[in-house]
């Protein structure tokens, strides 16, 4: 006899398997033509996209619309990082030689406070971020032979260097890339992942204690006088580098690399479908799959199994990617900005 519950048991199991997800893609109005490079997701209706041209923009509503803002100087500005804290109000680096490197408070719609002024004709800033409404950190490159870090504990109100006294020294001309705001990114307890490149330099500098200390952890990426990681991303421990030689645009190298760990060991990615360097990257978590995403200007690609696999999502020219649950975007030359949607 059959069991009446053969048939209930089998749909049930049906119904408890697990959707896939793909990552759907839709191209989204610009209110600018200026390269966007940096991103930062408040939640899944506000985020903050800062560029060229003392430019960034910000969605209210999910990325259907966006409002565009300047500094009031002038397009002399480069916003190469941005972080928001709400719908009202953000931080913004600016970068460049010298005083060019700023840093900037902005509420809207349009009061400015300046916060940060590099005094050092030889420094550079490279990428901002925060652990919370009050503590946060910026990167640089290295000054003085050792890592440009610098700390916030009110809210980037005022910032100053870290000491040196438990910090690495730093190699010659080693630094950051300031391609898309990620070449320092936070974590949870007071922790940071710094990646670096650049002069043959390639590693991590990584605290766990709010930048009171750091200690050094080796990565696997290619290295060279343009090359080295450019984007860090973590979600819990679980991380992604990217990087590359960006002397080598058109060509294949070692450019990707996940960390189970914490940082404290890293494996190579599998070969991507996109050529050259990555920019930027971005990881999240959606039905408990794992999604880590890389960009640059030949392409984005993303990966399911921690970069045994890769599948393209665009070949246009992306410098920074951000995701925050199952929403994200995509930003880079021309105003572009992609949205990124993770559904069952």
């Given at each position: 006899?059959?069991?009446?519950?053969?048939?209930?048991?089998?749909?049930?199991?049906?119904g408890?398997?697990?959707?896939?997800?793909?990552?759907?893609i839709?191209?989204?109005d610009?209110?600018?033509?200026?390269?966007?490079?940096?991103?930062?997701?408040?939640?899944?209706?506000?985020?903050?996209?800062?560029?060229?041209?003392?430019?960034?923009?910000?969605?209210?509503?999910?990325?259907?619309?966006?409002?565009?803002?300047n500094?009031?100087?002038?397009?002399?500005?480069?916003?190469?990082?941005v972080?928001?804290?709400?719908?009202?109000?953000?931080?913004?680096?600016?970068?460049?030689?010298?005083?060019?490197?700023?840093?900037?408070?902005?509420?809207?719609?349009?009061?400015?406070?300046?916060?940060f002024?590099?005094e050092?004709?030889?420094?550079?800033?490279?990428?901002?971020?925060?652990?919370?409404?009050e503590?946060?950190?910026?990167?640089?490159?290295?000054?003085?032979?050792?890592?440009?870090?610098?700390?916030?504990?009110?809210?980037?109100?005022?910032?100053?260097?870290?000491?040196s006294?438990?910090?690495?020294?730093a190699?010659k001309?080693e630094?950051?890339?300031?391609?898309?705001?990620?070449?320092?990114?936070?974590?949870e307890?007071?922790?940071?992942?710094?990646?670096?490149?650049?002069?043959?330099?390639?590693?991590?500098?990584?605290?766990?204690?709010?930048?009171q200390?750091?200690k050094?952890?080796s990565?696997?990426l290619?290295?060279?006088?343009?090359a080295g990681?450019t984007?860090?991303?973590?979600?819990?421990?679980?991380g992604v580098?990217?990087?590359?030689d960006?002397?080598?645009?058109?060509?294949?190298?070692?450019?990707c690399?996940?960390?189970?760990?914490?940082?404290?060991?890293?494996?190579l990615?599998?070969q991507?479908?996109?050529?050259?360097?990555?920019?930027?990257?971005?990881i999240?978590?959606?039905?408990?799959?794992?999604?880590?995403?890389a960009?640059?200007?030949n392409?984005?690609?993303?990966?399911?199994?921690?970069?045994q696999?890769?599948?393209?999502?665009?070949?246009?020219?992306?410098?920074?990617v951000?995701?925050?649950?199952n929403?994200?975007?995509?930003?880079?030359?021309?105003?572009k900005?992609?949205?990124?949607?993770?559904?069952?």
């Amino acid at each position: 006899m059959k069991s009446p519950f053969i048939i209930p048991l089998f749909l049930t199991m049906i119904g408890c398997a697990q959707k896939p997800i793909q990552p759907q893609i839709e191209p989204l109005d610009s209110p600018t033509s200026s390269l966007l490079q940096a991103i930062s997701i408040v939640d899944e209706n506000t985020t903050w996209i800062s560029g060229h041209d003392a430019t960034f923009v910000l969605t209210k509503d999910g990325g259907d619309s966006w409002e565009l803002f300047n500094h009031p100087t002038g397009d002399s500005l480069q916003f190469r990082d941005v972080y928001g804290f709400n719908s009202e109000k953000a931080i913004l680096m600016s970068a460049g030689p010298g005083p060019l490197s700023r840093i900037f408070t902005f509420t809207a719609p349009d009061q400015w406070e300046e916060n940060f002024v590099m005094e050092d004709s030889l420094g550079f800033l490279d990428c901002i971020d925060f652990w919370d409404d009050e503590r946060g950190i910026a990167y640089g490159d290295a000054i003085d032979n050792y890592p440009y870090i610098l700390l916030t504990a009110d809210g980037g109100k005022t910032w100053s260097r870290a000491d040196s006294t438990n910090m690495p020294r730093a190699g010659k001309g080693e630094g950051g890339f300031a391609a898309s705001g990620t070449c320092v990114t936070t974590g949870e307890n007071g922790k940071a992942w710094i990646a670096t490149g650049a002069g043959g330099n390639c590693r991590f500098l990584i605290t766990e204690d709010y930048g009171q200390s750091w200690k050094v952890v080796s990565s696997p990426l290619i290295t060279g006088e343009a090359a080295g990681n450019t984007s860090v991303s973590f979600m819990g421990d679980i991380g992604v580098v990217t990087g590359g030689d960006l002397l080598k645009p058109t060509e294949y190298t070692e450019n990707c690399a996940f960390s189970t760990d914490g940082g404290d060991s890293w494996t190579l990615a599998n070969q991507p479908q996109t050529a050259g360097a990555f920019y930027g990257s971005a990881i999240t978590e959606v039905s408990e799959q794992t999604f880590a995403f890389a960009c640059g200007p030949n392409g984005i690609d993303y990966t399911k199994d921690m970069g045994q696999t890769w599948i393209n999502l665009d070949t246009a020219n992306y410098w920074a990617v951000g995701m925050k649950g199952n929403i994200g975007y995509a930003s880079g030359t021309d105003g572009k900005i992609l949205r990124i949607s993770l559904q069952p």
